[in-house]
């Protein structure tokens, strides 16, 4: 049984696709590329992302040398008490996902915290105290394999995206002298916020809000992205893109084949989430599906492609709250976004 299926025509998914790959072109750049005028590019932008079917947003990854910690969090809830539960917690700007699922759990959370102590401040001092949370299960990410929410749409054809490719790889050379890793300011923390919601908002209204030059802000985004400290992504909202189902599988292997393992999971298209773990399993991996009868194939082909993997567990989402910095409606569509902690 299929639960969603895409309203987003192949121009609206081409369109993200690009900006998967360029989040910050411009129009005329892409518009050679999408064989569609800058202004017709832009309105379409206008209409995906004014409707909440699309959006690009920015997070922050690294801060100085040390990445960000990342955790899955597993709660039970009392009877009636979960999607409260989850509103309230999307509301949070360490709720990276928020998902009620199927089996042990009621609802799934990816959580992003500066280190170990604020992850704890938060589960502890937040998320337990919840009236409607009966337990939470933390499990500390210690590997995030690739970064959450980059799966990409695979609309464009392959000569399309060289073409987006060789602009990247040229952006990424006249910046390579600012290829180290930088530490996060202020002001780095302030645009990030800003662009928590619309990533493809201008210099130069990032530098009234920001009280700074539009020169300062190109330069501190360059480094910033030079240095990996960015999660930059674009997402069709899941329910309008033919892939609505968010799935959950936990598996372990044997720390001799994690590598193997890990680079081969790597190459499944429908994978986007690939984290080692603590806990009774040492995997999580997380993807979007077609129809709830594809996560069994998904799951042999998981095992094909990576012989030493043992899968322990499999949950899929009944409703997304929350992606990324973005809160979805009942209807699967954006309706606003959390800034991130300044």
């Not at 910033?224 to 892939?243: D, E, I, K, N, V």
């Not at 292997?253 to 994690?258: F, G, I, K, N, Q």
Request: aromatic share 4%; net charge positive.
């Amino acid at each position: 049984m299929r639960t969603g299926e895409s309203v987003l025509g192949e121009a609206d998914m081409s369109l993200i696709h690009a900006l998967q790959i360029l989040p910050r072109a411009s129009w005329t750049q892409l518009s050679a590329v999408l064989g569609a005028g800058p202004d017709t590019l832009a309105r379409r932008w206008e209409h995906l992302t004014a409707g909440g079917y699309a959006w690009t947003s920015m997070l922050i990854a690294r801060r100085g040398a040390e990445a960000a910690l990342y955790a899955w969090v597993e709660l039970e809830c009392t009877a009636g008490t979960t999607e409260a539960t989850a509103v309230e917690l999307c509301g949070d700007p360490g709720t990276l996902g928020v998902h009620a699922v199927t089996g042990g759990a009621d609802l799934v959370l990816l959580l992003i915290a500066p280190d170990l102590p604020a992850l704890d401040a938060y589960v502890t001092g937040r998320v337990r105290r919840l009236p409607g949370v009966l337990r939470a299960r933390t499990q500390v990410v210690t590997r995030m394999h690739n970064r959450p929410y980059r799966s990409r749409v695979e609309q464009l054809t392959p000569a399309q995206a060289r073409l987006l490719a060789e602009v990247t790889a040229l952006e990424r050379r006249d910046g390579a002298r600012a290829r180290v890793v930088p530490q996060v300011t202020d002001l780095d923390r302030r645009l990030v916020a800003e662009l928590a919601g619309d990533a493809r908002r201008s210099a130069a209204e990032l530098a009234r809000q920001c009280g700074t030059s539009e020169s300062t802000v190109r330069r501190r985004l360059e480094v910033l992205s030079a240095g990996g400290a960015l999660h930059h992504h674009c997402q069709p909202a899941p329910r309008f893109s033919g892939r609505p189902v968010w799935a959950m599988v936990t598996a372990q292997v044997a720390p001799l084949d994690e590598a193997s393992t890990v680079a081969a999971l790597t190459r499944v298209r429908r994978t986007q989430v690939i984290t080692s773990v603590t806990g009774p399993h040492n995997l999580v991996v997380a993807m979007w599906l077609g129809s709830v009868e594809e996560l069994h194939e998904v799951a042999a082909g998981l095992v094909r492609t990576a012989p030493a993997l043992r899968i322990t567990g499999t949950a899929v989402s009944l409703r997304t709250y929350k992606i990324g910095a973005q809160v979805l409606g009942p209807d699967g569509r954006r309706m606003h976004h959390v800034k991130p902690e300044a």
